[in-house]
């Protein structure tokens, strides 16, 4: 399942069937929680705050799951209505390293789709995970492009992203 994209992400995969009861009630008891007026949509910061108490074997590297998050946020950014965390809450259980950082790609790669830069990259650490880039970014990029033309392909991306820390 790689053809996820922020606009419209992957539908529940159908083994998802057996824990939906489990995801009804854990949304019911995240809302209970931090929407107790009833607005209909929780602010992400306090969601992330929330899941890193209670789930925090879940979680991914903070930037990686905020990132995620927000482009779960169609509706208002940095809001995450009850079907968008819905959404992001299947994503997390029975989506792939694939389909997770396969939104990032998607995302981050606008130029060529199927494809990120190598200054797509640099923009996406610089400017949306808000990091300096660190002195081995060159020689970890060259070593993650297998087919040294310039751009990763998810493939590539994901090996980037564990050797780099991302
Ligand atoms: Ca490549």
Redesign the pocket.
């Known amino acids: 399942m790689t053809e996820a994209s922020p606009s419209s992400p992957a539908p529940p995969a159908p083994a998802a069937a057996a824990s939906a009861a489990t995801s009804e009630s854990d949304l019911d008891w995240v809302y209970v929680k931090l929407d107790p007026d009833n607005t209909g949509s929780i602010p992400v910061d306090e969601f992330y705050q929330f899941i890193t108490q209670h789930e925090p074997a879940r979680q991914c590297v903070e930037h990686t799951a905020r990132y995620i998050l927000g482009l779960f946020c169609r509706t208002q950014p940095g809001r995450l209505t009850r079907s968008e965390l819905a959404a992001y809450i299947s994503l997390c259980r029975n989506g792939t390293r694939e389909d997770q950082y396969g939104l990032i790609f998607q995302d981050a790669g606008r130029r060529w789709p199927g494809?990120l830069a190598r200054d797509e990259l640099v923009r996406l650490i610089e400017d949306k995970y808000q990091q300096v880039l660190k002195p081995d970014f060159e020689d970890i990029f060259d070593n993650c492009?297998?087919?040294?033309?310039?751009?990763?392909?998810l493939a590539?991306f994901i090996k980037f992203i564990g050797i780099y820390e991302l």
């Open positions: 494809w492009d297998e087919d040294m033309d310039g751009r990763l392909t590539e």
